[in-house]
């Protein structure tokens, strides 16, 4: 396992570990308050642990294989023992997964076990991405004193809210995420995957959308059913959400986001609730998806975990440091957002341009949405295949209109919270709009900075349509062009809008729309960009 833990090392960019020996204890059985048992692995370094600081990584993916490798291994030869738990109903865990709705009992129950065993010590961190990460979120108001720190890697405490939304509601992640969790411990699954990953994505194309499960898995998944069937503001959901755990955390945050993940909004809103309670927390934000591995988990538990488990303070830096993408290096900030940024309105003109100035009488643009040949997302937010990539192909498609600014005579910097404003009107009443902030170069390459969508009612009236971007950090240089896309969808990443005002789950008609937008004195289309001008140097 040596040669493991040195890939591990380089693939995660780890400092030297204490040891690259280690042994693990493997099937412990933890207790719940209803009699279920959950089975745990403790790995530690070989040759004695007890009195270590205790990291705790309660994970639905399993304990062995990869996500033992790189969740536990790293820290067991760096300064803890790790005990990594099975959540309910998954690897030989008892009960019945019920994802995210199952999580704060049995996190409290799991905490509390952990303290009373032997080799114990006396000091606990809580680590983890995504899943991972929100369970931390679940127990964060009502941990234990010997809990010291709290690791919590892209994701948020109210985690699927967001691609839920009534309004925008995401198809691929739920899809993708359902699959993997109803097919990982069917045999071969790992040998299997190309194939799994092929079925899932011709299954994000089947309608209804109910049978999408069976497509990609041959059978029913309760969670994609629950999901299709209640948008984020339905009761069905409300044991998932946290955010009023946040104020009330008892122990210092460490919170890593990427300008490219999923869950990114919702982490941001519970950092800035930290702050805003006086609690100690710190943000870290780079250019990441979802699953980079060289996200910096395992490096913070290191670095500020062990430091709070062992009584000390860590190094000291800025609460928050973010990526600044286009300039490509780290910046340190007071808080999030950040002060000095300022909202700039680039409004939409009729020549395809994007200028400061109110833009002056003329006719909308138009196009036409299909949703039987949706508008495709191209990189974003995805977590199979998301990031910053060219998005000349999209932009040369009819049904995507594009509008930039001339050339900039300097550098543009754009830090915080990022929306547009788009006067719209349909043929018919439901529609949805994207709207997508790019970085035009020298050479015309276009590339995605940040997006959202937004789905309305009624849209067959002219409407202002509010849309909420991802937050992000990005310096647009001099001699390049900023840019702005606005389509009805991202196929898929959203599911499609069908036209009918049907179900999600039952839609089976697809109505092709005709799309207008407004930019006139009286209806001024606009992105609206948090920015501090940086002279050129």
């Known amino acids: 396992m040596s040669l493991m833990s040195h890939i591990i090392q380089r693939q995660m960019k780890l400092s030297e570990p204490l040891t690259r020996k280690v042994v693990v204890d493997r099937d412990l059985r933890v207790p719940m308050r209803d009699g279920v048992e959950l ?156 194939a799994q990953t092929k079925k899932t994505a011709a299954a994000l194309r089947v309608l209804p959308l109910q049978d999408m499960d069976v497509a990609a898995t041959g059978e029913r998944s309760q969670y994609i059913q629950d999901v299709l069937a209640h948008d984020a503001d339905d009761p069905h959901w409300d044991g998932i959400d946290h955010r009023h755990r946040v104020a009330g955390t008892l122990a210092p945050v460490s919170s890593i986001g990427g300008w490219y993940d999923v869950f990114l909004p919702g982490q941001l809103r519970d950092f800035a609730i930290l702050q805003d309670a006086g609690k100690p927390a710190r943000l870290t934000v780079g250019p990441w998806t979802h699953v980079d591995l060289t996200i910096p988990g395992a490096a913070e538990a290191v670095d500020f975990g062990l430091a709070y488990a062992r009584g000390e303070e860590p190094a000291e830096r800025a609460p928050v440091r973010l990526f600044v993408m286009g300039e490509d290096a780290w ?78 005579d300097e550098d543009v910097e754009v830090v915080g919270e990022v929306s547009a404003e788009i006067w719209f009107r349909s043929s018919l009443a439901y529609a949805d709009v994207f709207v997508r902030l790019c970085d035009v170069d020298e050479e015309g390459r276009s590339h995605n900075v940040c997006d959202g969508l937004i789905g309305l009612t009624g849209a067959d009236e002219l409407t202002c349509a509010t849309v909420r971007l991802w937050p992000t950090a990005y310096l647009f240089k001099r001699g390049h062009r900023i840019r702005v896309q606005v389509s009805s969808g991202a196929f898929p990443r959203y599911a499609r809008n069908p036209g009918t005002g049907e179900p999600l789950a039952t839609a089976t008609t697809l109505l092709a729309a005709d799309q207008t937008v407004h930019h006139d004195p009286e209806h001024p289309s606009a992105l609206i960009l948090p920015v501090r001008a940086v002279p050129a140097t």
Request: aromatic share 10%; net charge negative; hydrophobic share 35%.
């Open 39 to 194: 089975l745990a692995d403790r790995w530690t370094p070989k040759g004695g642990a007890e009195g270590l600081p205790t990291a705790l990584v309660r994970c639905p993916y399993g304990r062995s294989g990869f996500f033992g490798a790189i969740m536990a291994r790293p820290l067991a030869e760096r300064g803890y023992q790790v005990l990594i738990q099975s959540v309910r109903g998954g690897f030989g865990s008892g009960g019945v997964m019920d994802p995210m709705l199952q999580e704060r009992e049995d996190g409290l129950d799991t905490l509390d076990w952990v303290i009373e065993q032997p080799w114990f010590g006396d000091s606990m961190v809580l680590v983890g991405i995504s899943y991972l990460g929100y369970v931390q979120w679940a127990v964060a108001d009502s941990l234990p004193p010997q809990v010291k720190a709290m690791i919590p890697v892209v994701t948020e405490s109210a985690l699927t809210s967001e691609f839920m939304r009534a309004d925008g509601r995401s198809l691929e992640l739920p899809l993708e995420w359902g699959a993997l969790v109803a097919t990982q411990e069917r045999p071969f699954a790992m040998f299997r995957r190309n």
């Open 331 to 408: 910046r340190d900030f007071e808080s999030w957002p950040p002060k000095g940024y300022e909202p700039q309105r680039l409004h939409l003109q009729s020549d395809g341009g994007l200028s400061v100035s109110t833009p002056d009488d003329s006719d909308p643009d138009r196009y036409h949405y299909d949703p039987a040949d949706p508008t495709p997302a191209a990189g974003g937010i995805s977590i199979s295949h998301g990031g910053r990539v060219d998005n000349g192909a999209v932009e040369a498609r009819s049904d995507v209109l594009t509008y930039t600014t001339t050339v900039l």
